[in-house]
C-alpha cells in the first residue's frame, strides 16, 4: 500500500467535486485533507493507512459531537451539514469489525503477550492496535481486554 492513499483519493475527489460544481462536498472533503496533511507534517513521515484512519475517526467524531450539539440548539441548517460531513467520511473508512472478530483479535493477541492479568494491559492493547486502528473503538477494545484479562 502507499503511504498517503485516503489523503490522495480524498483530494481526487474534492478536485472531481469542484468540477462538477459541488461545493458542499468539496469543502468537506478539502478540511479533511487539510487535517490528514496537517498529521502528515506534524509526524514528519509518510502516513500509513492506520495513521490515515486515525485522522478520519477524529474528524468523524467531530462531526458527530457538532451535530449533536448542533440539533440540541435547535440549528437544523448546521446539523444537516455536520451530518452530511459525517456521512461522506464514514464512506471513506473501513466497516467496524464485529463483536466475534473483534473477540477473536484480542485472545489471539492475549496468547500472543502470554498476557494473564490486567496489569499486563498495555502488552495487549500494543499489539492490537494497529490491526484494528479505525476498525473498532478505543473505549470498547479496552474494556473488552480488560474484561478477558479479569479485570
Do not use: C, N, W
Amino acid at each position: 500500500r502507499e503511504p498517503g492513499t485516503i489523503e490522495q483519493r480524498m483530494k481526487d475527489d474534492a478536485i472531481a467535486a469542484l468540477k462538477a460544481g459541488d461545493r458542499r462536498r468539496r469543502e468537506a472533503l478539502s478540511q479533511v485533507v487539510a487535517a490528514l496533511k496537517k498529521a502528515r507534517i506534524d509526524s514528519r513521515k509518510d502516513p500509513s493507512e492506520a495513521d490515515e484512519l486515525v485522522v478520519l475517526k477524529r474528524e468523524h467524531k467531530r462531526r458527530a459531537e457538532a451535530l449533536e450539539l448542533y440539533e440540541q440548539a435547535g440549528r437544523q441548517d448546521l446539523a444537516d451539514q455536520e451530518r452530511f460531513e459525517a456521512g461522506l467520511l464514514a464512506s471513506y473508512m473501513p466497516e467496524e469489525l464485529g463483536a466475534d472478530e473483534l473477540a477473536a483479535m484480542v485472545d489471539e493477541a492475549i496468547a500472543a503477550t502470554g498476557a494473564a492479568t490486567p496489569k499486563e494491559m498495555g502488552k495487549v492493547m500494543a499489539q492490537l492496535m494497529p490491526k484494528v486502528a479505525g476498525r473498532a473503538d478505543g473505549k470498547a477494545l479496552s474494556a473488552l481486554v480488560r474484561a478477558k484479562l479479569g479485570g
